[in-house]
């Protein structure tokens, strides 16, 4: 167990939908990211905060979004769903995302079918 | 960021060393080399990291040579639970670039 929550663990909706993922970091980890794991396009980057700053941003759509929370919880908002979007969602969390490289710990992500 | 290349599987039976090799010919001189486990549908794990020489922690063992072109991650005595995908991943250990840059891994097959 990494220390790092995701809900929910499975989510099933259909093409032009929105969904909220949920991330709660570890205890004392300021950091959050996002990852898409998808079977074409292995892990990817989505975006990162930092104490609730958006802090990096990789392959993210538009029609996505996130925030970190004051409470450092983090949502992964999708929207306009489409097929292509199916995948695992990882969120992984470190203690800071400023300096020197901290391991990052993955939750168990989220796993998202659009139909 | 420094591109990597690692064999896209290997095979190996129980009890044995299994050692992956990741190629990392553009490596920068700030570059870190970090190994990372994932399990089927769960997150990856961070396993081991070294920057030069030789790193060893209680799962595995990090070779790295002179040049830092390569690094060689070692499992010793493999198990059957050690079948995983095995991501070598490069990047600067200093201020920026913390999201981590997943190459396609090498998938690890353990057999009894």
């Known amino acids: 167990d990494s220390g790092v929550t995701q809900t929910p663990k499975h989510l099933i909706t259909a093409t032009g939908q929105r969904v909220t993922l949920r991330c709660s970091p570890r205890?004392?980890?300021?950091?959050v990211y996002w990852y898409q794991q998808s079977l074409d396009q292995g892990l990817q980057f989505l975006i990162q905060?930092?104490?609730?700053?958006?802090?990096a941003k990789g392959n993210i759509l538009e029609r996505f979004s996130a925030q970190q929370f004051p409470d450092l919880h983090s949502e992964l908002n999708l929207s306009s769903l489409e097929l292509g979007d199916s995948a695992l969602y990882f969120c992984?969390?470190?203690?800071?995302?400023?300096?020197?490289?901290?391991?990052?710990?993955f939750g168990p992500g989220t796993r998202l079918t659009v139909l | 960021l420094a591109k990597t290349t690692q064999p896209i599987s290997m095979d190996s039976y129980e009890g044995q060393e299994v050692n992956i090799t990741c190629s990392h010919n553009n490596i920068a001189t700030n570059d870190y080399i970090t190994w990372y486990q994932q399990f089927p549908s769960q997150g990856p794990r961070f396993i081991i990291q070294g920057y030069k020489t030789k790193v060893t922690n209680e799962v595995a063992s990090l070779f790295i040579p002179a040049d830092r072109k390569s690094s060689t991650l070692s499992l010793p005595r493999v198990s059957l639970s050690d079948t995983a995908v095995y991501y070598c991943l490069v990047g600067d250990r200093g201020t920026g670039r913390r999201a981590l840059t997943f190459g396609s891994g090498t998938r690890l097959q353990v057999q009894p």
């Open positions: 905060y930092y104490n609730g700053e958006e802090r």
């Open positions: 992984a969390s470190s203690v800071d995302g400023q300096r020197a490289y901290n391991e990052q710990f």
């Open positions: 205890s004392g980890d300021l950091s």
